[in-house]
């Protein structure tokens, strides 16, 4: 049986005291709905609806690589009347699962067992047990048939008894699209909100004598919805530690789960060890008994075997080989490529360029658009002028080649094999094999000279 999903994204979320949609702030730097996409994705859903209201342009523009029926809610007439801007879209046979847009944590594997649980039953909700579940619609169950759900109630209607109850509906729920859209057709507003209530189509169920059964998250906490920054907050660290979490689970040493953030796929090798402040951002691959110091950000990066990554580094776009060393306080930016051994030290910036085999960027220099060979040493202070107001231009520096500290060498330029360029060179002609180049101004000393002296104000 096909199945389609209703996304409940129209809140405008008035308490998050934000012009942005609810649904767009984000968690692990993504927004809640994408998580939420993402994993009906995974449940391979190909007929998505996305109900929305508030702040249309902003979600189609942030959410414009996914396709999504987008169904508009004009008016705010409650989550039963949300449901129905999206029903011309499902058909009579489908399963049509409900979910809301701001429980970013919600898992594929709990909404798989959602639909499962729907495949024993005419109509399955997600519930959850609560020790607090004050403001919470309880879950009212057949006193001769404990698995049978008869009704929700909600806690402003809730007599004493039923307000002891703690399962709680969650306003995740699936059933067959033929039902869904009868059950629809009889709400009514009649009511003190004015509003569709979806959740009268359980009575309406249960009247006909319908069976409606329950699914359980995993993790309480997946269920969560947000209503203010602090809510938010809140769902971030728990996002971040279920991560640091199953990180250690596949042998990752963190010294403490508690700080580290991942915002994207992080995927690890065996012993690998992980300070404080970690971020990793995008598609990361850390290999085998890799080290990554505090205060690291990782981006869209690939990081080899028996690595260590020094404390305040910084690393986007950038490829890393095995046994190689990096930082402190490196920064390598998009297109740096290092080979195996290669070392980048403190304040060293590389940019879209190679570091062979075993070379050395050991102290405050800039390598942009440049070819380094095997086992060169670049002094402290090097630059490659790459840029001439215009156009970039490409240094090739070969095998074993020595530049000296505090080196210019002015792009286009070729720094042959076993060269060396003496300390303080600005270099602009090519350098054969083997050569010595030193290209600075005759050293003059003065004697007799009088330094300055400071001037009274008269």
């Keep these: 049986m096909a199945l389609s999903v209703i996304i409940l994204a129209a809140g405008k979320g008035t308490r998050m005291k934000s012009s942005l949609p609810k649904v767009l702030h984000k968690v692990a730097h993504k927004p809640m709905v994408e998580h939420i996409i ?67 944590l919600i898992s594929t594997t709990t909404l798989r067992n959602l639909v499962d649980v729907k495949k024993e ?37 809730a007599s004493d008894e039923q307000r002891l109850i703690k399962e709680v509906n969650t306003g995740m729920m699936i059933m067959q699209g033929h039902d869904l859209k009868r059950w629809l057709g009889n709400l009514s507003s009649d009511n003190a909100q004015n509003e569709y209530y979806l959740t009268d189509v359980i009575a309406m169920a249960a009247k006909e004598g319908r069976r409606i059964t329950a699914a359980h998250p995993q993790w309480d906490r997946e269920v969560e919805g947000v209503n203010n920054r602090a809510q938010l907050a809140s769902l971030e660290r728990a996002y971040q530690l279920r991560e640091a979490n199953n990180l250690m689970m596949q042998g990752v040493s963190l010294a403490d789960p508690s700080r580290i953030d991942i915002r994207g796929k992080l995927s690890v090798g065996e012993d690998v060890f992980i300070d404080i402040n970690a971020i ?31 404390a305040y580094s910084l690393l986007e776009n950038a490829t890393v080989a095995n046994d190689c060393n990096v930082g402190p306080y490196a920064r390598l930016r998009p297109g740096a490529d290092l080979h195996q ?27 942009g658009d440049a070819i380094i060979g095997q086992n060169a040493n670049i002094g402290a202070g090097t630059i490659t002028c790459n840029y001439d107001g215009i156009n970039k231009f490409i240094t090739k520096i070969g095998d074993g080649a020595f530049i000296g500290s505090n ?22 002609k090519a350098v054969e094999n083997d050569q010595l180049a030193i290209a600075r101004s005759k050293q003059k000393n003065i004697s007799g000279w009088q330094k300055p002296t400071k001037q009274t104000k008269e």
């Design 38 to 104: 993402d994993n009906v994705y995974a449940l391979g859903c190909s007929n998505i609806n996305l109900v929305y209201g508030h702040g249309g342009d902003l979600l189609k523009s942030a959410l414009a690589k996914h396709k999504v029926n987008w169904c508009l809610q004009a008016q705010q007439l409650g989550t039963g009347h949300a449901v129905m801007q999206a029903i011309n879209n499902v058909n009579d046979n489908d399963d049509v699962l409900i979910v809301v847009g701001d429980a970013p």
């Design 407 to 428: 080196s210019s060498l002015v792009a286009p330029v070729i720094i042959s094999a076993g060269a060396t360029i003496g300390a303080g060179s600005t270099i602009t």
């Design 341 to 367: 051994g290669a070392k980048v030290g403190n304040f060293v910036e590389i940019k879209k360029a190679v570091i062979g085999k075993g070379s050395k960027v050991n102290h405050l220099s800039y390598i």
């Design 121 to 157: 039953a005419d109509l399955a909700l997600l519930t959850v047990n609560l020790d607090d579940p004050t403001g919470m619609g309880r879950i009212v169950r057949d006193p001769s048939n404990h698995n049978n759900i008869t009704a929700i109630i909600e806690h402003k209607d």
């Design 280 to 310: 990793f951002e995008g598609e990361v691959t850390i290999g085998n008994n890799v080290r990554i110091g505090a205060n690291c950000i990782l981006k869209n990066c690939h990081v080899g075997d028996n690595t260590h990554i020094e």
